[in-house]
């Protein structure tokens, strides 16, 4: 016995050391999303396939768990509605199924589990918040025991742009378990999180282009608004050197369409009009105005769309969408 | 029957013990103190305005707004966004403790919407939340009457 133990001291000592190693290794690493095949773009109305591949190792024994699976998408897609996704394996194949809103995460403190990943991972990279965590778990539960690794490819099919919009989005995904949550500890990270990455394009269709990747030149707030909403209009100079470049107040040139076939224009340098800098420097100015009084429509009447300019405080100096002579353009909607 | 003179008065004693017992205990009434009805007439105007949360009363000018409660109805002066955009008669879901308001402008279908009514250093709050334009889009109005 003695000399057994000599032994592995002496020759096998290394050996024995990187098995040690690599069975720390092979327990701290918790979930991974190791790629994603998403393609580049597709047309409207077009399903879509995905697949999130994912690997799981086992940090010591427990469970069994259910995999969490979140996927960031705009909310204009219904994604809820309009996605399926299925989970294929070693360990057996099945369905993800749409987490109810009454399952609240383990150390989430309380949220749900769409806001828990909006408060863990925000918007993914995305420059406008009209974007959606959707909460998806497998419909079985997996085990913790015994070493197993679980390698599972989670299988996507969405149909894209139900609101009919063109866009540019960074698609996020996220993974978890329902034992864990988005933790760490001694073990590991429970999570893997991809977002931000290269921009997927909708075409096809004959509402606005919406650009959740570019920063724009203005921006409405909220993104989804109607004439009966307080509206805030952002002019952020800090894209582009415009020709408003060092004004200290920039106006609102608007033309409003209405249900009724009208046009009604408001171009005027006052303060009705006026976009306030939100600091001396920051090159940012904002106007928060309620359009339906703004335009001063007839209680028959609403607004669908508004084209705009922004000027001086001449009028003279114009700037239009792109830092072009094209006016900016946004349409009431909800959807 | 010695036993049976013992018995008898041990159970003639346990009839008096439970005989004190049913009697020693007199219900009394209690008569709840009645809540007053929630009275929310007069003229009030917006002290804090958030849309999604974000605060807008520093960036709306909503001094000249207000909403003036009678009896049974209302009247808008100076129109924001608001739940309704006409006058119209209002009633509370319940008169003593009322988390509900709702709006029946002239002529519309009645709209509802959550209502609370805090006592805010001293002073009664009316706190309304509605979405007068998308429905995701929700904003929350505190009302403190004008002077």
Wanted: hydrophobic share 35%.
């Amino acid at each position: 016995m003695r000399s057994y133990l000599l032994h592995i001291k002496g020759k096998n000592l290394w050996k024995l050391c990187a098995l040690v190693v690599l069975g720390i290794a092979l327990a701290c690493c918790g979930e991974q999303i190791t790629s994603v095949d998403q393609p580049a773009t597709a047309t409207v109305g077009a399903v879509v396939p995905i697949t999130v591949h994912c690997d799981i190792p086992t940090a010591g024994d427990g469970g069994p768990d259910y995999l969490i699976f979140g996927f960031l998408v705009p909310k204009g897609w219904k994604a809820a509605q309009n996605t399926t996704i299925t989970y294929t394996s070693k360990q057996g194949n099945g369905n993800m199924t749409l987490i109810p809103d009454g399952t609240l995460p383990k150390n989430g403190g309380g949220l749900t589990w769409p806001a828990y990943m909006k408060k863990m991972f925000g918007n993914g990279g995305n420059l406008i918040d009209d974007v959606e965590w959707v909460a998806y778990q497998t419909d079985k539960a997996y085990s913790h025991t015994g070493g197993v690794e679980f390698i599972v490819d989670l299988n996507i099919k969405t149909k894209v742009g139900a609101d009919n919009n063109n866009m540019l989005v960074k698609l996020g995904y996220t993974i978890t378990d329902s034992g864990n949550g988005f933790t760490s500890d001694g073990n590991g990270t429970y999570y893997s999180v991809l977002t931000g990455m290269n921009c997927f394009e909708v075409t096809g269709g004959t509402g606005d282009l919406v650009d959740f990747c570019n920063p724009q030149l203005t921006t409405i707030d909220p993104p989804k608004s109607l004439d009966n909403d307080f509206v805030t209009l952002t002019f952020d100079g800090t894209v582009t050197d415009t020709h408003l470049k060092g004004e200290s107040e920039v106006y609102l040139c608007a033309t409003a369409y209405t249900s009724d076939g009208k046009t009604i224009i408001v171009c005027e340098q006052t303060t009705k009009t006026m976009l306030k800098q939100t600091t001396a420097t920051s090159k940012k100015y904002q106007l928060t105005f309620w359009p339906r009084s703004f335009f001063n429509v007839g209680d028959t009447q609403t607004i669908t769309r508004m084209e705009y300019y922004l000027t001086d405080k001449t009028g003279k100096t114009k700037v239009g969408y792109g830092n072009t002579d094209a006016p900016f353009t946004y349409t009431f909607k909800c959807g | 029957m010695k036993y049976n003179y013992k018995a008898k008065r041990i159970y003639l004693a346990l009839v008096a013990v439970v005989m004190l017992a049913a009697t020693s205990c007199k219900t009394e009434k209690i008569v709840p103190g009645s809540e007053a009805p929630k009275n929310i007439a007069g003229n009030w105007r917006v002290i804090k305005a958030t849309r999604n949360g974000t605060d807008l009363t520093s960036i709306i000018d909503f001094s000249q707004f207000r909403i003036n409660f009678t009896d049974k109805g209302y009247s808008l002066v100076n129109k924001l966004p608001f739940l309704v955009s006409k006058d119209g008669a209002f009633t509370l879901d319940d008169p003593q403790y009322p988390y509900k308001i709702t709006f029946t402008a002239t002529g519309d279908k009645p709209v509802s919407t959550p209502f609370t009514y805090p006592i805010v250093n001293g002073k009664r709050q009316l706190s309304i939340t509605f979405s007068p334009g998308c429905a995701n889009n929700t904003y929350v109005y505190v009302l403190e009457k004008a002077n």
